[in-house]
Each structure stands twice: as structure tokens, then as C-alpha cells.
């Protein structure tokens, strides 16, 4: 079965630097990748996906991942962190044939501090 | 903003109650998704609709169960309500029923509350 990890419940960060959300998943055949943005009492927003091609997707508001498939990671990266990025990550896999459902790991918040 | 809407906002009920949530897709998506997120089992996929079938089933326990209408909304019933079966419930839609460019855009969510 597939699912998907994602590697530290709190990220904390200071404005300005690095943001690096880590996400693993285990996959017979690799799927498809998406992360997932979530504000406070709002739904979810689609940052970026990967489906096939170039391995380095970029998404919305300066996010983009990379999808490593020796590592089956897909980790978040953001190069300078912003006080309006506070907010719940959710990596998630689809499997790349059948079902369209989406897997979630367990979510990451992102804290952004001055 | 999604385009996908569901209502209500917010559901506070008695635990034995039967409710529905209702949601509308984007225009021109043939699938419809319904997700249930809690504390302490997080985001986890229920059911999906394609074009008025249902198409595929998750973790979505016997008293609850969905159907999606001609002109494509859907309503997940939950019966027979528990306590914890208070959580966010999300509606999704995409335009197809799968597929490598098939993404699924989700709407606000409805907060249940059972007492």
C-alpha cells in the first residue's frame, strides 16, 4: 500500500530564510506528487504537482519541489521564507494508474518568525 | 478561491443525528471527491463520484454515503452521528476521473461538531 511521510509535525523559521519540508513516500511504481497549502480555517490549495518530465516543479508563491526517485523523496523548498507563508503543508501521492485518490501524510506547520 | 463550494460553513448536532453536507464542483468537473480531515486520523479520502457513479471508496464507515446528482453536486449523509465523528469534512473536484494531468481542487470545507 502506499503512503506517504512527512518528516517533522513543526517546521519553525525565521523570515527571509530557507524553508526545506520534507516528504517521503513508498510506491511500487512512482506515483504522482503534490503538496498541498492549508491557512487557518481555510481549504486546501494546490501548490505544485508532479506527474512526469522534469523533476524540479515549480509551483505558486515561489515554492517549488523536487522529486528524487532513488530517494522517493519530494521535498518543499523555498528560498526566502515570508511571515504569509505560515501556514499547514500536506504532501500527497496518487498512484500513477487506477484510483484517483490522493494519500496525505500527516501535514507539516510551517511557523515564520521576524 | 476554488470554484468548488460546500455548505454549510459550520454543522453543530447531537450525537444519534443525521445530517448533510453539500457541495457544488467547479464548472465543467465530472468528479466529485469527499475527504474527511480529524486530529487524530488526518486527511483521509471517503468516496469520489464520476459523472453520477461512484467510482472509487476509501475509509468511509457504513453510516455515512454520498451520491453525486445530475447536475453534478453531491451530498455526503452522515447518520447515526458519534462523537468522533466531528472533523472538517472536504469536497473536491477535478475534470476527469483520473489521469496524469487530472487535479483535484478542493473546496473550503464543513466544520461538523457532534455534542
Known amino acids: 500500500a502506499q503512503s506517504v511521510t512527512q518528516l517533522g509535525s513543526h517546521v519553525s523559521v525565521s523570515e527571509g530564510a530557507l524553508v526545506l519540508l520534507r516528504c517521503n513516500y513508498s510506491?511500487?511504481?512512482?506515483?504522482?506528487l503534490f503538496w498541498y497549502v492549508q491557512y487557518p480555517n481555510q481549504g486546501l490549495q494546490l501548490l505544485l504537482k508532479y506527474t512526469t518530465g522534469a523533476t524540479l516543479v515549480k509551483g505558486i508563491n515561489g515554492f517549488e519541489a523536487e522529486f528524487k526517485k532513488s530517494e522517493t523523496s519530494f521535498h518543499l523548498t523555498k528560498p526566502s521564507a515570508h511571515m504569509s507563508d505560515a501556514a499547514e503543508y500536506f504532501c500527497a501521492v496518487r498512484p500513477s494508474g487506477g484510483y484517483n485518490k490522493l494519500i496525505f501524510g500527516a501535514g507539516t506547520r510551517l511557523a515564520v518568525h521576524p | 478561491d476554488s470554484g468548488v463550494t460546500q455548505t454549510p460553513k459550520h454543522l453543530i448536532t447531537a450525537t444519534g443525528q443525521r445530517v448533510t453536507l453539500r457541495c457544488s464542483p467547479r464548472?465543467?468537473?465530472?468528479?466529485v471527491y469527499w475527504y474527511q480531515q480529524s486530529l487524530d486520523q488526518g486527511l483521509q479520502f471517503l468516496i469520489q463520484?464520476?459523472?453520477?457513479?461512484?467510482?472509487a471508496k476509501g475509509n468511509i464507515l457504513e453510516r455515512f454515503s454520498a451520491q453525486q446528482f445530475p447536475d453534478l453536486h453531491s451530498e455526503l449523509n452522515l447518520s447515526s452521528l458519534e462523537l468522533g465523528d466531528s472533523a472538517l469534512y472536504f469536497c473536491?473536484?477535478?475534470?476527469?476521473?483520473?489521469?496524469?494531468?487530472?487535479?483535484?481542487?478542493f473546496g473550503p470545507g464543513t466544520r461538523l461538531t457532534v455534542l
Open positions: 463520484y464520476y459523472n453520477g457513479e461512484e467510482r
Open positions: 464548472s465543467g468537473d465530472l468528479s
Open positions: 510506491s511500487s511504481v512512482p506515483p504522482y
Open positions: 473536491a473536484s477535478s475534470v476527469q476521473a483520473g489521469g496524469p494531468v487530472d487535479t483535484q481542487y
